[in-house]
C-alpha cells in the first residue's frame, strides 16, 4: 500500500514540476526585463533539479542525485554572475 502511493505520488510532483517547468518557459521567452529573465533561469534550474531528484528517487540510482548536485551548483555560479553583470556592466572586475 505506501509503495503505491509513493509511486503515486512521485509521479503527481514529476507532471507538477514540468508544468512549472512550462510556465518558467514562458516567462524566461516573454520577460519584459533582464532580471525576470534571471530570476526565470534560476526557477527553471531549481525544477530541472528537482526533477532529477524525482526520477531518482523512482529509479533508485544514485547517478540523479550526482547530477542534481552538478545542475545545482552550476545554476548558483550562473545566476551569481548573471546578478553581477545586471548590476554593474561586466563578471570580473
Known amino acids: 500500500m505506501s ?9 503527481i510532483a514529476q507532471i ?12 524566461l521567452a516573454g520577460g519584459p526585463r533582464a532580471q525576470d529573465r534571471v530570476l526565470g533561469l534560476d526557477t ?10 524525482t526520477f531518482g528517487m523512482r529509479s533508485g540510482s544514485t547517478l540523479y542525485f ?11 555560479v550562473a545566476t551569481v554572475a548573471l546578478a ?10
Open 44 to 53: 527553471l534550474y531549481l525544477n530541472a533539479m528537482l526533477l532529477l531528484l
Open 16 to 27: 507538477m514540476l514540468g508544468m512549472a517547468m512550462l510556465c518558467t518557459i514562458f516567462r
Open 66 to 76: 550526482e547530477a542534481a548536485l552538478v545542475i545545482s551548483l552550476l545554476g548558483f
Open 3 to 11: 509503495a503505491a502511493i509513493l509511486n503515486w505520488s512521485i509521479t
Open 84 to 93: 553581477k553583470f545586471l548590476m554593474r556592466g561586466e563578471v570580473i572586475e
